[in-house]
């Protein structure tokens, strides 16, 4: 079964560098995923699409701070120089055939 | 520049049935997949429904499985989502999301801003 897993908090200092984890399920290391951000009362964010070997085509706008990372069945979004505007919940979704999949999330603290 | 706007969200009872609609702009809408996802009070995201660019191929999440219809109108630039039997589970913001992919589906690049459904009795 397809499974993404992210730890549900994180937190870092204003102007800091913070990295996310996603974990694919065994069986499914080579899979792609995206990172969409989510700010409080606002709607998903599109910010990168990631494939295993650590390549990534960002969405529009995102600025270069956002980095995103692969190593074996592990998916990273790093974030540099963390302003207060990055304090928001971030997911990682994957896909399959016939099925689409969210990890939890990650609710990101800018301390 | 891309845009999603949805509508149709209200308050509806449990066993009832609603439809979503979502109007797209800012692209070929005849040429991308489209996805609703919804959020529930407190949660995380939740993927609900896929349809491919031409509207013959749908998928569904199991827990929306033979209650959702997902269908589109090209000429109208316009997704929908059919809700019935609704239980108090479904209570979310729906959001419709085009996915990044030309006639093919993997992630969703650009999403709306979302409709609030409350089943409630």
């Known amino acids: 079964q397809l499974v993404l897993t992210q730890s549900p908090s994180a937190s870092a200092s204003l102007g800091a560098s913070v990295r996310l984890t996603c974990t694919l399920t065994?069986?499914?290391?080579?899979?792609?995923i995206a990172w969409h951000q989510q700010q409080p009362e606002k709607g998903p964010r599109y910010l990168m699409k990631?494939?295993?070997?650590?390549?990534?085509i960002k969405g529009d706008g995102i600025p270069d701070r956002f980095s995103g990372s692969s190593s074996g069945a592990e998916r990273y979004l790093t974030i540099s120089s963390l302003q207060s505007e990055d304090e928001a919940d971030y997911y990682c979704q994957t896909w399959d055939t016939g099925i689409v999949v969210f990890g939890g999330g990650t609710k990101l603290t800018v301390l | 520049e891309v845009h999603l706007v949805e509508s149709g969200g209200v308050v509806v009872q449990p066993g009832g049935s609603l439809r979503l609609s979502c109007a797209a702009s800012?692209?070929?809408?005849?040429?991308?997949?489209m996805h609703w996802v919804r959020q529930g009070p407190g949660k995380g995201l939740e993927w609900v429904s896929l349809?491919?660019?031409?509207?013959?191929?749908?998928d569904y999440a199991d827990s929306v499985k033979g209650r959702f219809t997902i269908s589109r109108d090209n000429s109208k630039t316009s997704l929908y989502l059919q809700m019935s039997s609704l239980t108090t589970d479904d209570t979310a913001f729906y959001y419709c999301?085009?996915?990044?992919?030309?006639?093919?589906?993997?992630?969703?690049?650009?999403w709306g801003q979302g409709t609030l459904v409350t089943v409630s009795s």
């Open positions: 990631l494939d295993g070997d650590g390549s990534h």
């Open positions: 065994s069986g499914h290391s080579r899979y792609a």
């Open positions: 800012g692209f070929s809408f005849d040429d991308y997949s």
């Open positions: 999301a085009k996915d990044i992919l030309r006639r093919g589906y993997n992630t969703p690049d650009y």
């Open positions: 349809i491919s660019w031409d509207g013959r191929s749908t």
